[in-house]
């Protein structure tokens, strides 16, 4: 009998990375991630983006974060991965991103801090 991979190494295979600090955050420990996240509206030679500073203050985890704003009169959304203790992701927009909301749907188990 052909024996199956397990979870981790199936989410290994998908991701394409070490799942190992995923796993052992969320399955095998019973803290929350505390996030602290700053975000801005960039305008540089008439393009835009939407820069985010995350920093994570209790213990670096990986998890997704969705991210919505407004853009040309247009809601837009989308999910980060948030893999380091401290980073900076830049998502680049057409227009001047406006009203941002970080986790709009409330997913987010941990505590997250907006400066």
Known sequence: MKSSPS????????????LGPFFDTWFKSYRLPEVEIVSSSVESCETFALSLRVNQTAFASIFPLDVQWVENGVRKQQRIIVDKAS???????????????IDPGRTFPGRLHEK
């Open 7 to 18: 979870s981790r190494d199936s989410g290994r295979q998908a991701a394409g990375r070490d």
């Open 87 to 101: 980073q900076t992701i830049v998502i680049p927009t057409v227009g001047k991103p406006r009203r941002i909301k």
